[in-house]
């Protein structure tokens, strides 16, 4: 079952913060977390991993409960760069190692 | 930098049509996946292979199939084109797991696929 994202969509104003966030019903080993240019293959952001690892590049930050199976991403001080599509993946690990489900997206735009 | 190649970006068949799908990587990464994405659906997972001959059913394997002869090329396989199965596909490569947490996936820029 895919993981349920939240919003569909959101707008804002460049320096603005948004959060994301991405639910599972099912206990989850980690969740990456992707965005999509209008056009362009998704690129990768991060992954958080069950324990609280986390591995990422990006100025964008995330959190990830075991617990409560979620994950939230969180846009800080936004730039026009982040405009996108943001998806994250869900990892079960045991008998499903490396296969993601995606949820169905979040459209962000960052205006001027 | 990782690159991950599919054969064409916009294609077009018939219905009943067999469709050939290629997608090439060169990192020599383990992992290669066959994704479609559809509006407002995100990405569902149709095949994974996690080594050169090996293949596992994802999410939506239904009138697809995939071969892995060698370890840069993994091919989704379309028997019989449907109308239904008009979408963008997008392959993936990720390396092998191992030790703690799984790694990234880098995709290909995707082929449109329109059946009519």
């Known amino acids: 079952q895919q993981p349920v994202q939240s919003p569909q969509a959101v707008i804002l104003r460049e320096g603005e913060d948004a959060v994301i966030n991405c639910s599972s019903s099912k206990a989850l080993y980690s969740v990456h977390w992707y965005r999509q240019k209008h056009g362009e293959a998704p690129v990768f952001l991060m992954i958080?991993?069950?324990?609280?690892e986390q591995k990422g590049h990006e100025k964008i930050s995330a959190s990830f409960n075991e617990k409560k199976q979620q994950s939230s991403l969180y846009l800080t001080a936004s730039q026009l760069s982040y405009s996108g599509t943001y998806f994250c993946g869900t990892e079960r690990g045991a008998d499903s190692w490396g296969k993601l489900q995606f949820g169905a997206g979040t459209q962000v735009v960052v205006t001027p | 930098d990782v690159k991950v190649t599919q054969s064409s970006r916009y294609l077009v068949k018939r219905t009943g049509e067999k469709v050939f799908l290629e997608c090439v990587q060169d990192m020599d990464h383990e992992n290669m996946f066959w994704y479609r994405q559809d509006p407002g659906l995100g990405l569902r997972l149709i095949y994974f292979s996690y080594d050169v001959k090996m293949k596992e059913k994802g999410d939506i394997p239904e009138g697809y199939s995939v071969s892995r002869e060698k370890k840069e090329r993994f091919s989704l396989i379309l028997e019989s084109a449907s109308t239904n199965q008009t979408s963008m596909y997008l392959c993936?490569?990720?390396?092998?797991?191992?030790?703690?947490?799984?790694?990234?996936?880098?995709f290909g820029p995707g082929t449109r696929l329109t059946v009519t």
């Open positions: 993936a490569s990720s390396p092998i797991l191992g030790g703690r947490g799984s790694y990234e996936q880098y």
């Open positions: 958080l991993l069950k324990g609280g």
